[in-house]
């Protein structure tokens, strides 16, 4: 690729309670990519994130994010990177707007005792406008549709005005018709922000039209390229230790693992 290489892993290897979460990873990702990161329970998936963010930090090798060493994420850093966490339950009765859920994301601009500015507001409202969600910014985030509040919460990332956008299973807990609108959200947003995103899934179906690579992961990264590269009985089969089946549809390859189909 062109690109310059903004995330580096370095033979690193990441512990978790006594065990390593992640081992021996290599993994360069490119300016402006698409990464889907797939891979069973347990794999590691979420730890990778985790270790971008600077949350946890390589016993072994390197994980460089710009300039920096995850654990020396300077403060200007940070803040280059939106993070949407596995999404829970809200809670309906909970008084937080759409609007301040998502200046929550200026939070860390702001600093403490600052209050939102004008400028600030209008961030607020392009993230909104961006995400579909304009017209709800009084309403009360709990009485919101699963959708829409998974909306909010990718406006809550972009109003950082983010280059890097880390995403942990973002269309669970929603019906298939909305998780295929979520995932056409994410992918325009890459085009038209030109955003580097990570996103975890394990929907191999779904996002295998909209990616530039897929990386399989199962505590070491097994494959990482191209869908039609990595997407392949053999490999697959490895990861998820059953029966695997990849044949072909109109938008690309199907993925069926064991009797589970991967829609």
């Known amino acids: 690729m062109k690109n310059n290489v903004i ?21 360069d990702v490119y300016q402006g990519e698409f990464i889907g990161i797939i891979g069973p329970n347990g794999s590691g998936k979420t730890t990778l994130l985790k270790s971008i963010l600077g949350l946890v930090r390589p016993s072994k090798g390197s994980v460089q994010i710009f300039d920096c060493a995850c654990h020396k994420l ?34 860390s601009s702001l600093g403490l005792f600052h209050r939102p500015s004008k400028p600030d507001k209008g961030l607020v409202e392009t993230a909104l406008t961006e995400v579909g969600m304009t017209g709800y910014e009084d309403a009360t985030l709990g009485h919101l549709s699963g959708g829409q509040q998974q909306r909010v919460l990718i406006a809550r990332a972009l109003v950082q005005q983010p280059e890097v956008l880390l995403m942990d299973e973002p269309t669970t807990g929603i019906d298939p018709p909305t998780q295929h609108s979520i995932i056409r959200l ?47 009985e053999k490999i697959l089969s490895e990861i998820y230790g059953k029966q695997v089946v990849v044949t072909t549809k109109e938008n690309g390859l199907y993925v069926i693992v064991g009797d589970y189909h991967y829609v």
């Open 74 to 107: 300077r403060c200007h850093h940070k803040a280059k990177i939106g993070y949407i966490p596995q999404k829970g339950q809200i809670d309906p009765n909970f008084p937080v707007t759409v609007s301040e859920t998502v200046m929550m994301g200026r939070y």
């Open 186 to 232: 994410i992918s325009n947003l890459h085009k038209n922000l030109n955003l580097t995103i990570l996103l975890v899934t394990h929907d191999i179906n779904m996002i295998s039209p909209f990616v530039d690579r897929i990386a399989l992961l199962k505590v070491r990264l097994f494959a990482i390229g191209t869908p039609s590269e990595v997407l392949n």
């Open 7 to 27: 995330i580096t892993f370095s033979q690193a290897t990441i512990n978790y309670q006594q065990r390593a979460a992640l081992e021996d990873i290599s993994l």
